[in-house]
């Protein structure tokens, strides 16, 4: 997989995720997408905007877009486990 970051074709080791956390800091999800960074842009800034909209379906979509490369999907189940954790 290449950097997400339009115009680098730099391999991506550096994979990036998303977590919610409650306020325990315990996660309630935390998916890896599947888009990532090099090494160069995992260290020299960037800049996220973050988009969320509702579902019912017991899933995390990510769709993750670097300028005008085009959006990669992931998706990842929530388990009910994760439901029913109950805060530490
Ligand atoms: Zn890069």
Request: hydrophobic letters at 40%; glycine letters at 6%; aromatic letters at 4%.
């Amino acid at each position: 997989m290449n950097c997400i970051i339009l115009g680098c074709a730099n391999p991506a080791y550096n994979n990036i995720g998303v977590r919610v956390r409650r306020p325990s800091t315990k996660a309630v999800w935390a998916p890896n997408t599947d888009a990532g960074l090099c090494a160069v842009h995992s260290t020299q800034g960037v800049l996220v905007t973050v988009f969320i909209e509702e579902t019912n379906d017991h899933h995390v979509e990510t769709r993750m877009c670097g300028a005008a490369k085009g959006a990669v999907l992931a998706t990842s189940s929530i388990t009910r486990r994760m439901l029913i954790t109950k805060e530490a």
